[in-house]
């Protein structure tokens, strides 16, 4: 088990940048491939971005592609996510997520994620 702990959100206005950062602790943090997921009020909880343990590729849920950046710091156990261009639906509160398991195709699936962080909130303005 991993603990995760999300930082980096906040209110920003349409077009602009914001950084979230998640820290894990726990277990060896390379084992575990890195996603990130958001949920807005009403809806449910939606992939965003994965980087894979392994191999280090990344996916994009297709809205956030070429927006969006996924990437990790294995010396400080942190994933990161740049988000640019910011659009009022980006607004959600995102989280991190982590799992060991091999998902191949399925790193969308939020079930297939063992361990969360409590959640940041994004809010953009319009």
């Known amino acids: 088990q991993v603990q995760l702990l999300e930082s980096g959100g906040g209110l920003v206005q349409a077009g602009g940048s914001l950084s979230l950062s998640c820290l894990a602790s726990?277990?060896?943090?390379?084992?575990?491939?890195m996603a990130w997921f958001r949920q807005a009020p009403g809806k449910e909880r939606d992939f965003v971005a994965v980087?894979?343990?392994?191999?280090?590729?990344?996916y994009y849920e297709d809205s956030v592609k070429g927006r969006f950046t996924i990437s990790r710091d294995h010396a400080k156990n942190t994933v990161y996510l740049q988000m640019n261009s910011l659009k009022p639906e980006d607004t959600a509160v995102y989280y991190c997520a982590a799992t060991s398991t091999i998902l191949g195709s399925r790193y969308a699936d939020y079930t297939l994620y063992g361990d969360w962080g409590q959640g940041t909130q994004v809010t953009v303005s319009s």
């Open positions: 726990g277990h060896t943090f390379s084992s575990y491939t």
């Open positions: 980087i894979k343990r392994n191999t280090g590729l990344r």
